[in-house]
């Protein structure tokens, strides 16, 4: 495995494979709004069916009333009118899915039926008695010939008919299969076809766009998740991949490791040699991290900031590899060097990312303050070493430093004893404190924590590029913190040689 590969972040333990895959995300969307359209057409185009079905028997029976009134009126003298109407109804009677025909006159009593044993009897539906009475139609009636049996489920059709002057109700009664039939056939004749089609469909969209779609998709995801200059994890994917680490350390036992690593005077080398040296001298430490193991993984953090998760080692384990990173740093960064703090899994104690973070965040600015250019596992601090400021006031500091967002205020400095204009004092103002409680607080964690420098360093920045504003001939004054002289922040005539274009003289304070 090659460095740059084995820098890259594998893809999460327990997180869905779906989840990545937008294309295969879209098509199951594809074919479930298809599946839907297919039910809902499914179901509407059977019951327009049995609509239309219902509609034509209702026709159909009509017809069947008027043979019966002309029957009726060209019967000989030999037979009554129920006789004929009778003969009428049994070839009726004869045809499929037809159960029973009768008339009824208005009270419900039958008078002629295809059965001669009906005649005489009583029908139970209220509708023959209505029709009988005012001439109106029902269609498919839905009632059950034996109570109480739901298999007996049958349609009525009643359709009002006059024999020799007087209105009677026409009923037919058909078993449940002269419906149910036609409409069960058309919706085998859809099923095929529409499964059929929603898996073509979806297979054309994966085919000829899908494909792409879930290449972007997961292209994005993985920068989402990537330092764009050293093409390391980002902070989020830090975040990330440890917690999914910490979680399998507690299930299988298996010790892990996390290195919090820092670039010495990084700002320092920013300022005096520029951004694009800076960049490389990151973009050559994250080369040196990803020559680790092949199961670490090396992230950029924040500005000059990085981390290394260590699977299978505690730190006591880590410390060896640490210090051959430490050993090629000094060689190969230009005179760089690197402070790492390393913490890992207690046998006491269950993993927890946070913890973990912190602990090495302890050890990381141990290192720092004995020097720089070391490696320190937690397990090693001292009384000496506890942290001066909470750890969170101190990774305010750390993300206010990065994200070197500074207003300047130039403060008017008055000769009390006459009316001249001393100068400006240039006073920091951060835009955003990050959970810090002011200004006055960010220098004082900076100067306990052993990152007064690097907090000048930004301040002074700021200061110099606003002092623009200042009338010609004005005097500035700085502020510095001896931190800033105990690391050579200042060599020679550096701030001079920022001053000279500018028709300002400079004065520097010394702050405790």
């Known amino acids: 495995m090659t460095p740059a590969d084995d820098r890259r972040s594998p893809r999460l333990p327990g997180r869905s494979?779906?989840?990545?895959?937008?294309?295969?995300?879209?098509?199951?969307?594809?074919?479930?709004?298809?599946?839907?359209?297919?039910?809902?057409?499914?179901?509407?185009?059977?019951?327009?069916?049995?609509?239309?079905?219902?509609?034509?028997?209702?026709?159909?029976?009509?017809?069947d009333a008027r043979t019966i009134e002309r029957a009726v009126r060209e019967a000989d003298g030999d037979e009554t009118i129920f006789d004929e109407a009778s003969e009428e109804l049994r070839e009726i009677?004869?045809?499929?899915?037809?159960?029973e025909a009768?008339?009824?006159?208005?009270?419900?009593?039958?008078?002629?039926?295809?059965?001669?044993?009906?005649?005489?009897?009583f029908e139970d539906e209220p509708q023959v008695r209505v029709s009988a009475s005012t001439g109106e139609s029902f269609a498919a009636v839905e009632s059950y010939l034996d109570h109480g049996r739901t298999d007996d489920h049958h349609f009525s059709y009643i359709t009002p008919v006059v024999l020799d002057g007087r209105r009677y109700a026409f009923e037919i009664e058909q078993d449940?299969?002269?419906?149910?039939?036609?409409?069960?056939?058309?919706?085998?004749?859809?099923?095929?076809?529409?499964?059929?089609?929603?898996?073509?469909?979806?297979?054309?969209?994966?085919?000829?766009?899908?494909?792409?779609?879930?290449?972007?998709?997961?292209?994005?995801?993985?920068?989402?998740?990537r330092d764009g200059l050293?093409?390391?994890?980002?902070?989020?994917?830090?975040?990330?991949?440890?917690?999914?680490?910490?979680?399998?350390?507690?299930?299988?036992?298996?010790?892990?490791?996390?290195?919090?690593?820092d670039v010495d005077d990084f700002k320092?080398?920013?300022?005096?040699?520029?951004?694009?040296?800076?960049?490389?001298?990151?973009?050559?430490?994250?080369?040196?991290?990803?020559?680790?193991?092949?199961?670490?993984?090396?992230?950029?953090?924040?500005?000059?900031?990085?981390?290394?998760?260590?699977?299978?080692?505690?730190?006591?384990?880590?410390?060896?590899?640490?210090?051959?990173?430490?050993?090629?740093?000094?060689?190969?960064?230009d005179g760089a060097t690197l402070s790492i703090g390393v913490a890992g899994t207690e046998e006491a104690a269950p993993a927890d990312a946070e913890a973990l973070i912190e602990r090495a965040d302890r050890a990381l600015y141990a290192a720092k303050r004995r020097g720089g250019g070391t490696v320190v596992c937690d397990s090693q601090l001292t009384c000496e070493d506890a942290p001066s400021a909470p750890m969170g006031k101190v990774r305010a500091l750390r993300r206010l430093i990065a994200d070197a967002d500074i207003d300047v205020a130039f403060q008017p400095i008055a000769d009390l004893h006459g009316d001249a204009l001393l100068g400006y004092e240039a006073l920091a103002r951060p835009r955003a404190l990050h959970g810090l409680a002011h200004t006055g607080e960010a220098f004082d964690v900076a100067e306990r924590t052993g990152r007064g420098h690097e907090l000048d360093t930004v301040c002074r920045a700021a200061a110099l590029a606003g002092a623009s504003a200042l009338p010609d001939g004005a005097r500035l004054f700085l502020n510095l913190s001896p931190q800033s002289l105990e690391h050579d922040a200042l060599p020679g005539d550096t701030l001079v040689a920022r001053c000279a274009p500018r028709a300002w003289s400079l004065a520097t304070w010394c702050w405790r």
């Open 176 to 225: 449940r299969a002269s419906a149910a039939a036609p409409v069960a056939g058309v919706r085998r004749h859809l099923a095929v076809p529409l499964a059929a089609s929603s898996l073509i469909a979806v297979l054309l969209f994966y085919l000829f766009g899908g494909r792409q779609v879930d290449r972007l998709y997961r292209l994005a995801l993985d920068r989402a998740r």
């Open 17 to 63: 494979p779906l989840r990545e895959r937008l294309g295969l995300r879209l098509a199951l969307v594809l074919l479930a709004t298809l599946g839907l359209v297919g039910v809902l057409q499914y179901v509407l185009v059977a019951d327009g069916v049995r609509r239309d079905l219902v509609a034509a028997q209702s026709a159909y029976h009509a017809s």
């Open 102 to 121: 009768v008339i009824t006159d208005s009270t419900g009593r039958v008078v002629a039926a295809s059965e001669p044993s009906e005649i005489g009897q």
């Open 230 to 261: 050293t093409d390391l994890g980002n902070l989020r994917a830090f975040g990330e991949d440890l917690a999914a680490t910490t979680s399998r350390s507690r299930r299988s036992g298996a010790p892990v490791a996390v290195a919090m690593i």
């Open 268 to 333: 320092f080398l920013n300022d005096e040699h520029g951004h694009r040296h800076g960049d490389a001298v990151l973009g050559e430490v994250a080369a040196v991290l990803g020559e680790t193991r092949a199961g670490d993984r090396a992230y950029r953090v924040g500005g000059d900031e990085f981390a290394l998760v260590l699977e299978g080692v505690d730190a006591a384990g880590a410390c060896p590899v640490l210090h051959r990173l430490v050993a090629a740093a000094h060689a190969r960064l």
């Open 93 to 99: 009677d004869d045809r499929p899915h037809v159960d």
